[in-house]
């Protein structure tokens, strides 16, 4: 297909082009912001490619749009989209069935496959992802989608977060000074769970005692989770911190974590489960599904897998 390779002198919310994307294909994308450059007189463009989960949404600079996608070409590039959008759903669903097992999902907000799908719909709008990436821990992780933190934050492109009090800043100079003075070296809350087998811990945290610190877990949760919209309501929910330790190491690291209602109608044993992206696929995901439904079912003896690894661990029902 020949491009038109005019780029308007202002390319502007809601203008379609072809953009190049990361791997260095090309499909058409929707303008959906645009902001300057810090420093220059340059500006970057916030895009949605058409036809593609909004995890892919990102900001690129204007040497990245390969040429105006003119009505037709549009039309062409969607039929031969739409022509892989059978298989995109097929590959959302298996996707979707292996976070059931270990990731990170929103169960109690109709993290459904058709709500999934409807985030394709041409009426779904999406918010602009401006942060890009948090400093949690010993990580620096890419963000996937946009999440409600106040202004001043809710701009940066780089968010730093401690992985005990969950104290959100944007400067690494505030950061470094906080974790010399952070009274938390683990979660809060109560220890429930204590494995030395596999070096991790699991705390209780009542939403409604801890409110700051749930509420800013749920607003770190939103970066990974685009369906999950319960981010400062948080008294009616416990919330179940998985945290890795070492011996060696008086420091706590933060996995990730579940929550569930206090009071759940319909008996739901957990509502939203995160593990952070550098420690999915490892069996934590697993290890948290299987602790809600130990915990639900008020078992005495909690039985988890012996490694992480361990495929053969079962759920118990
Ligand atoms: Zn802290």
Redesign the pocket.
């Known amino acids: 297909m020949e491009l038109d390779s005019n780029i308007p002198n202002s390319p502007k919310p809601g203008d379609t082009f072809f953009v190049r994307m990361n791997n260095g294909s090309i499909h058409a994308a929707e303008i959906l912001e645009t902001r300057a450059v810090d420093g220059t007189d340059q500006q970057e463009y916030f895009v949605h490619y058409l036809n593609f989960d909004h995890r892919n949404d990102q900001w690129i600079s204007e040497n990245r749009l390969s040429g105006n996608a003119s009505h037709e070409q549009m039309e062409i590039t969607n039929e031969q989209l739409n022509d892989s959008t059978n298989s995109l759903t097929s590959r959302k669903r298996a996707r979707l069935k292996r976070r059931l097992n270990d990731d990170s999902i929103d169960f109690s907000h109709e993290s459904s496959f058709e709500t999934v799908d409807q985030n394709t719909r041409k009426d779904y709008k999406p918010n602009v992802k401006y942060i890009e990436k948090i400093w949690i821990g010993q990580y620096e992780i890419d963000c996937w989608y946009h999440s409600p933190f106040p202004d001043e934050y809710g701009k940066q492109r780089l968010l730093y977060i ?1 992985e ?4 959100y800043m944007r400067l690494k100079t505030t950061y470094c000074r ?2 010399a003075e ?3 070296r683990r979660a809060p809350g109560i220890e429930i769970y204590r494995d030395s087998k596999i070096g991790c811990a699991i705390y209780e945290i009542d939403g409604a005692q801890n409110k700051l610190y749930c509420q800013n877990l749920c607003l770190l949760a939103r970066l990974f989770l685009e369906s999950k919209v319960i981010c400062f309501n948080v008294s009616e929910f416990l919330f179940y911190v998985l945290m890795e330790y070492n011996d060696n190491n008086q420091t706590e690291r933060f996995i990730g974590y579940f929550s569930k209602e206090k009071d759940s109608a319909f008996g739901y044993n957990l509502s939203c489960l995160l593990c952070l992206p550098p420690y999915q696929r490892k069996g934590y995901g697993k290890l948290l599904i299987q602790f809600s439904f130990n915990r639900n079912t008020k078992l005495i003896k909690i039985v988890f897998c012996t490694t992480l690894s361990d495929n053969s661990c079962p759920i118990l029902p």
Not at 164 to 167: P, S, V
């Open positions: 401690c005990h009090c969950m104290k906080h974790l952070c009274p938390l």
